[in-house]
């Protein structure tokens, strides 16, 4: 395509078409500057017509527009740019245009604000959940605080309970053994259907050298079931109980010289068990007897004894005497 006024080839973003000659133009041919040429809008340079046709009225028709001088050109553009109808369409399609973005970004607005009211409310429930389940852990905590303390006072509550039990256990032991002060216990000897305690008591006084008064000195005689012994054959303990307490501490010690008794030096023929003769010990004492001569013969002590209800060990000849009256003190065999 060419120029009707240069016949200069020509490009699509300089050139403009009259809407009544149909001729096309370089801008600058028709008198146009850059900037305004590019100021007309799309609407606007539909309805373009050349200076010839602006100024005959009728299009040319083929022929070539003579170009206006400088006045000319000043009077074109003055009157092209009080062309009010296209100034008032121009800022009409700016006011829609801009009434309709007005429109959508109201309505974007409209749309994010719901959107953050629901992300309030959501994280609003949330963050009351949240104070709920703190509230909830204070309480808790409180509480727990509350039931700390109590089983503080419980704890405390047991240990005073443990020590007065230790106390009545201790003076139960004590009690206990208390009665059996004046027995002796005699382990060994055979029984038998209809047998006479009493014979077999003057037997082992006679052995001994003592001189036992049965009817004076005796309180009573029998034998006790061992616990947790169902044995019928196995031989109950004898129980010898004094009148007094010198009295069976002295027959005890004229007992005690008869080394390496037997059933049958007091009246069992062919019965060669040995016989124990003791104090008549509390089943707490039993206890610890029997554990002291463990510990005893693991730590390699050569003596346990019981002398007047009390148990003693001994690790040598030259070594000190250790009394054992309870568990504690079962930790001084070491």
Request: one cysteine or more.
């Amino acid at each position: 395509m060419e120029c009707k006024h240069c016949s200069n080839a020509l490009k699509s973003e300089d050139m403009i078409k009259c809407t009544a000659c149909h001729s096309i133009y370089h801008y600058l041919c028709v008198g146009m500057s850059e900037t305004d040429f590019k100021k007309i809008l799309p609407m606007n340079k539909a309805k373009w017509k050349c200076p010839v046709c602006k100024i005959s009225k009728k299009p040319c028709q083929n022929i070539s527009p003579k170009l206006p001088n400088t006045s000319e050109k000043i009077n074109i553009i003055s009157q092209s740019q009080l062309d009010i109808k296209s100034l008032i369409d121009h800022f009409d399609d700016r006011f829609n245009s801009l009434h309709s973005t007005m429109e959508s970004f109201k309505t974007f607005i409209t749309e994010e604000l719901k959107k953050l009211s629901e992300t309030v409310s959501f994280w609003s429930t949330k963050i009351k959940s949240v104070e709920s389940s703190i509230n909830s852990v204070v309480e808790h905590m409180n509480n727990l605080d509350i039931e700390v303390s109590r089983i503080d006072k419980l704890g405390t509550e047991l240990e005073e309970m443990k020590i007065k039990f230790k106390e009545l256990s201790d003076n139960n032991n004590r009690n206990e053994q208390w009665v059996r002060r004046s027995n002796i216990q005699i382990n060994g000897v055979p029984q038998k259907k209809g047998e006479n305690l009493i014979t077999i008591i003057k037997t082992l006084a006679e052995k001994s050298g003592y001189p036992l008064n049965f009817n004076t000195d005796v309180d009573f005689v029998t034998r006790v079931a061992v616990k947790n012994d169902t044995s019928d054959n196995h031989s109950r303990p004898i129980i010898l109980k004094m009148q007094a307490r010198y009295k069976k501490d002295d027959f005890l010690s004229s007992l005690r010289k008869l080394k390496n008794l037997k059933a049958s030096d007091i009246g069992f023929p062919g019965k060669n068990n040995p016989i124990y003769i003791n104090d008549h010990l509390s089943a707490y004492n039993k206890l610890l007897l029997s554990e002291a001569r463990r510990r005893g013969k693991d730590k390699g002590y050569l003596y346990c004894w019981v002398r007047n209800c009390t148990i003693m060990v001994r690790k040598t000849d030259n070594s000190p005497v250790i009394h054992i009256t309870s568990k504690e003190c079962l930790n001084k065999i070491s």
